[in-house]
């Protein structure tokens, strides 16, 4: 019954946009050409007192009760959290003192659709540091069809692992990959091969899920490893992220994980090489904290890495204003011009935004179903703690990204992750 009622909700799902971005290749990230946006100044310790958290605290939860937002929020500076708390029962309409009837707390268990890409982005460039491979490398060493060079007139000729990363390498984000049924890495990669050109590899921004997918592909053949197990190692062992995993989350905590539709959870939703690389993970709000603690302390990339994920590479022009993107991520700056890097994610039953100010030390995380907005909390949750910080001096903006050599880039495709 599961199965039939799974795939009436997916068929009757209308899907959010899937995206990729854009970079002209750079050399390896151990010099970088130009400052980045996320080069972290020290952070205080203690920055927010008590008085202030209180009015963080006040603030977000009379918005969150007037809007009856239901999910789960943090805010965290210097690798603490000012406001971690959850909103409504973790699966609504459940019979009273049933775990379907705890409320949503930090350790309840969300899928982060998109925000995956992050993370698929810093595990290339921990591959990148222990130099497996190069940013430059073409990915044609990795995706041709027999395991060899492709023939010059594959669209993959002059495509880097750079330009997967920064969603810019030019191919339609329109692959025909299942996004919750393709059956094989193999046959992902088939349709991956067939894409057609839409611009110059580093031409143009255009949100490509596919790329992502690719990503996830490399990992697994420059690793030797699963791509599950080489995230786990590369990412979640050393942050501590112990209740972080994949569908269908067979090493967590079925009981913590949050309703997406009536009688589909967070762990029991489709897995398959539609949605490696591009979304998937399923984390909480405590293992969130742990990420971006272990990325400001040095203990997942070097300073230079860092810089080089943060640097902007294109104008990731759409439908609305996003910034640039990065390796991985959307870069822009806050009213009062510290440098923000954020990604959003949206797939079947599930919404999120997270944005990292690492100059503050500031983390601001929304996870929810999709009867909630999280971006209007996000950016009241900033508004707030960044009232409370104390002034800094103005960051410069980032740096401009190349200008595109072709019209400007298309509407990401709609697709289930965003």
């Given amino acids: 019954m599961f199965a039939l009622a799974l795939a009436i909700a997916l068929t009757l799902f209308a899907p959010g946009e899937h995206s990729s971005h854009a970079f002209a290749a750079p050399a390896e990230p151990a010099e970088p050409a130009a400052p980045s946006p996320s080069a972290a100044a020290p952070v205080p310790a203690r920055p927010i007192s008590g008085i202030a958290r209180k009015r963080i605290e006040s603030g977000i939860a009379k918005e969150a009760a007037r809007v009856k937002f239901r999910g789960a929020i943090l805010v965290s500076v210097a690798g603490e959290p000012v406001f971690r708390r959850g909103f409504g029962p973790r699966i609504p309409d459940s019979a009273p003192g049933s775990a379907g009837a705890k409320p949503i707390d930090a350790d309840s268990i969300y899928e ?19 130099k497996k491979l190069s940013l430059d490398d073409e990915i044609t060493r990795w995706l041709s069809p027999a395991g060899g060079a492709a023939d010059g007139a594959s669209p ?25 049924a393709e059956p094989s890495r193999d ?21 490509n899920n596919a790329g992502y997918i690719m990503l996830a592909v490399i990992l697994e053949k420059v690793s030797g490893k699963s791509f599950e197990d080489c995230v786990r190692d590369e990412i979640f062992k050393p942050a501590g992220m112990t209740s972080t995993g994949f569908p269908p989350g067979d090493t967590l905590d079925a009981t913590q994980s949050v309703q997406r539709k009536p009688g589909i959870t967070m762990l029991t939703h489709p897995w398959g090489w539609g949605y490696r ?42 439908p609305t204003p996003r910034g640039s993107y990065a390796l991985g991520w959307f870069v822009d700056q806050t009213p009062d011009g510290r440098a923000r890097l954020w990604h959003s994610g949206g797939s079947f039953g599930v919404r999120a935004n997270l944005v990292r100010i690492p100059e503050s030390g500031v983390l601001i995380v929304a996870l929810c179903d999709d009867t909630a907005e999280p971006f209007a909390m996000t950016t009241l949750a900033e508004r707030l703690v960044l009232k409370e910080l104390p002034a800094t001096k103005k ?20 697709q289930p992750n965003r």
């Fill in 395 to 414: 960051s410069p903006a980032p740096p401009a990204p190349a200008a595109p050599t072709t019209p400007s880039p298309t509407t990401p495709s709609q």
């Fill in 112 to 130: 982060i659709a998109s925000i995956a890409k992050p993370f698929t982005a810093i595990a290339i460039l921990r591959l990148v540091e222990q």
């Fill in 187 to 207: 046959a992902a990669v088939a349709k991956f091969i067939a894409s057609k050109v839409q611009a110059k590899p580093g031409a143009q921004f255009s949100y």
């Fill in 156 to 180: 993959l000729r002059g495509i880097t692992i750079h330009h997967l990363l920064s969603h810019s390498s030019g191919l339609d984000n329109d692959t025909g990959i299942s996004p919750y």
């Fill in 277 to 318: 690389g591009c979304g998937g993970i399923l984390t909480t709000l405590n293992d969130l904290t742990r990420f971006d603690r272990a990325l400001r302390d040095g203990k997942l990339l070097s300073p230079e890495s860092i810089e080089v994920m943060s640097r902007p590479v294109v104008k990731a022009e759409g």
